[in-house]
């Protein structure tokens, strides 16, 4: 998978982050089980996002922004689903954590829903600890929190 960054008004991005916010709805049993508010408009998001390109089409997405405690939140990890269950999302996240280490954060934090299993496992392999929820999370029961401590750069 090639991997690049792309800036919030990319149409392939706002494309694949259009349809993980309407995944996201499917998922959910309702309106009390939502983990995300909606964000009408991606380009509103500030932060920085990657996509991850196989074939030539844009298949994955995912980003992070700075919190304001001066952490770095991932956001909008996606990933087609034809695509998925190559490892792609951990290549992502893997870039993301290495991008955001060289741009200075030591703390990446991350929400998502208790009946994501998927994801649940993706995080938990990849390092990162379950942590009490936070900010716009804090109030649902059905999201889930994630830390993780990146190296300090040499």
Same mark, same amino acid.
């Given at each position: 998978?090639?991997?690049?960054? +792309?800036?919030?008004?990319?149409?392939?991005?706002?494309?694949?982050?259009?349809?993980?916010?309407?995944?996201? @709805?499917?998922?959910?049993? /309702?309106?009390?089980? @939502?983990?995300?508010?909606?964000? $009408?408009?991606?380009?509103?998001?500030?932060?920085?996002?990657? =996509? !991850?390109?196989?074939?030539?089409? =844009?298949?994955?997405? !995912? /980003?992070?922004?700075?919190?304001?405690?001066?952490?770095?939140?991932?956001?909008?990890?996606? =990933?087609?689903?034809?695509? +998925? /269950? @190559? !490892?792609?999302?951990?290549?992502? %996240? =893997?870039?993301?954590?290495?991008?955001?280490? +060289?741009?200075?954060?030591?703390? %990446?934090? %991350?929400?998502?829903?208790?009946?994501?299993?998927?994801?649940? $496992?993706?995080?938990?392999?990849? /390092?990162?600890? @379950?942590?009490?929820?936070?900010?716009?999370?804090?109030?649902?029961?059905?999201?889930?929190?994630?830390?993780?401590? %990146?190296?300090?750069?040499?």
């Amino acid at each position: 998978m090639l991997i690049e960054h +792309r800036p919030t008004t990319d149409p392939e991005l706002v494309t694949l982050a259009t349809a993980q916010q309407r995944e996201l @709805r499917e998922n959910d049993a /309702g309106p009390d089980r @939502r983990i995300f508010p909606p964000r $009408a408009n991606l380009r509103a998001l500030v932060g920085t996002f990657l =996509v !991850g390109i196989v074939d030539g089409r =844009v298949v994955a997405c !995912g /980003g992070f922004q700075e919190l304001p405690d001066g952490a770095a939140e991932i956001t909008r990890m996606y =990933v087609r689903p034809a695509y +998925r /269950g @190559r !490892g792609l999302a951990r290549q992502l %996240l =893997v870039a993301l954590e290495e991008l955001a280490t +060289r741009g200075g954060y030591t703390v %990446l934090r %991350l929400a998502t829903g208790s009946y994501l299993p998927v994801a649940l $496992a993706l995080y938990t392999s990849a /390092g990162y600890q @379950r942590i009490p929820t936070y900010g716009e999370y804090a109030s649902n029961p059905y999201s889930v929190c994630f830390e993780k401590r %990146l190296p300090v750069p040499a």
